[in-house]
């Protein structure tokens, strides 16, 4: 299982879903492995130049690895991942990288933030460039940083008006944990990535549709739709309702994260899926 990319992304947001199937071992026998992405979470963040290749080859080489905690799984790999976790590891198998027993999407993206706002003119990506060396300089990035991300009002608001369908669940134990991420060592280094689009697997819906096309009829994929999603994001996810290479479509409640704000209808069609291709 792996998180889904933001600049408060952590392992957290899986654990009530791993709990929940690991639970019916009587029934499955499954064990979860629940890892953060490089410069994230709990992970070191290196000041690295962070785009999304770098983190496909993390995904490839912690699954293919021989000191892998997946590397014994006798050809049961499941990934399970959230937004542009999802779609990388989508990529990653379209590209013969991995070859898991199947992949599945909870409410999958890859448009960062401020593309899918503003768009990926010439004049835009100046200016994200501008940003991005902003954020990662020594002084005036953490300033920055500060004021766009690692405060918890700001956090408030991005769970309440778009990660979360109901800001009621949005806890102050919830901000909390994730202010407490921002202050790690080196944490302002993948948002500056993801904020301005280089964390995107696509530049394109045409492209998004053709890396779930290239695993038609080889790995099964299923797709984990929300009900509340924002309205572009809702769209993305919708024009893979009945695409080739879309194994299974359900729709679960939530918005972009429903593995933490409804983990149990999630672990649910999870469950499900993993009962149909893992005997």
């Given at each position: 299982m792996i998180p889904t990319i933001s600049d408060v992304s952590t392992v957290e947001e899986w654990r009530e879903v791993a709990k929940d199937i690991v639970a019916r071992k009587g029934e499955s026998g499954y064990r979860a492995t629940i890892v953060d992405w490089p410069g994230l979470g709990y992970s070191?963040?290196?000041?690295?130049?962070?785009?999304?290749?770098?983190?496909?080859?993390?995904l490839v080489q912690l699954i293919r690895s021989p000191n892998s905690p997946v590397a014994n799984t006798g050809g049961e790999l499941v990934v399970v991942g959230g937004g542009h976790a999802a779609t990388i590891a989508v990529r990653a198998?379209?590209?013969?990288?991995?070859?898991?027993?199947?992949?599945?999407?909870?409410?999958?993206?890859?448009?960062?933030?401020?593309?899918?706002?503003?768009?990926?003119?010439s004049d835009m990506e100046t200016r994200?460039?501008?940003?991005?060396?902003t954020l990662r300089a020594?002084?005036?990035?953490?300033?920055m940083?500060?004021?766009?991300?690692?405060?918890?009002?700001?956090?408030?608001?991005?769970y309440t008006s778009h990660v979360y369908a109901n800001?009621?669940?949005?806890?102050?134990?919830?901000?909390?944990?994730?202010?407490?991420?921002?202050?790690?060592?080196?944490a302002r280094y993948v948002p500056a990535a993801f904020l301005t689009g280089l964390l995107d697997p696509v530049q394109?819906?045409?492209?998004?549709?053709?890396?779930?096309?290239?695993?038609?009829?080889?790995?099964?994929?299923?797709?984990?739709s929300t009900t509340n999603a924002p309205k572009r994001?809702?769209?993305?996810?919708?024009?893979?309702?009945?695409?080739?290479?879309?194994?299974?479509?359900?729709?679960?409640p939530g918005a972009l994260l429903p593995q933490e704000e409804y983990p149990s209808p999630v672990a649910e069609e999870l469950y499900s899926f993993l009962k149909e291709i893992v005997k």
């Amino acid at each position: 299982m792996i998180p889904t990319i933001s600049d408060v992304s952590t392992v957290e947001e899986w654990r009530e879903v791993a709990k929940d199937i690991v639970a019916r071992k009587g029934e499955s026998g499954y064990r979860a492995t629940i890892v953060d992405w490089p410069g994230l979470g709990y992970s070191d963040r290196p000041s690295l130049n962070y785009n999304a290749d770098v983190m496909e080859n993390f995904l490839v080489q912690l699954i293919r690895s021989p000191n892998s905690p997946v590397a014994n799984t006798g050809g049961e790999l499941v990934v399970v991942g959230g937004g542009h976790a999802a779609t990388i590891a989508v990529r990653a198998a379209g590209k013969g990288l991995i070859r898991p027993s199947g992949i599945a999407t909870v409410a999958p993206t890859w448009a960062g933030p401020l593309p899918i706002v503003f768009g990926r003119g010439s004049d835009m990506e100046t200016r994200y460039g501008l940003l991005r060396g902003t954020l990662r300089a020594p002084a005036i990035g953490w300033m920055m940083y500060n004021v766009l991300v690692s405060n918890e009002k700001s956090i408030q608001s991005q769970y309440t008006s778009h990660v979360y369908a109901n800001p009621e669940n949005v806890t102050p134990d919830i901000v909390e944990s994730r202010y407490e991420l921002t202050k790690r060592k080196g944490a302002r280094y993948v948002p500056a990535a993801f904020l301005t689009g280089l964390l995107d697997p696509v530049q394109s819906r045409e492209e998004f549709l053709q890396l779930f096309a290239k695993l038609d009829g080889d790995i099964p994929v299923l797709v984990v739709s929300t009900t509340n999603a924002p309205k572009r994001s809702k769209a993305e996810m919708e024009a893979l309702r009945g695409a080739k290479g879309v194994t299974e479509f359900v729709e679960v409640p939530g918005a972009l994260l429903p593995q933490e704000e409804y983990p149990s209808p999630v672990a649910e069609e999870l469950y499900s899926f993993l009962k149909e291709i893992v005997k």
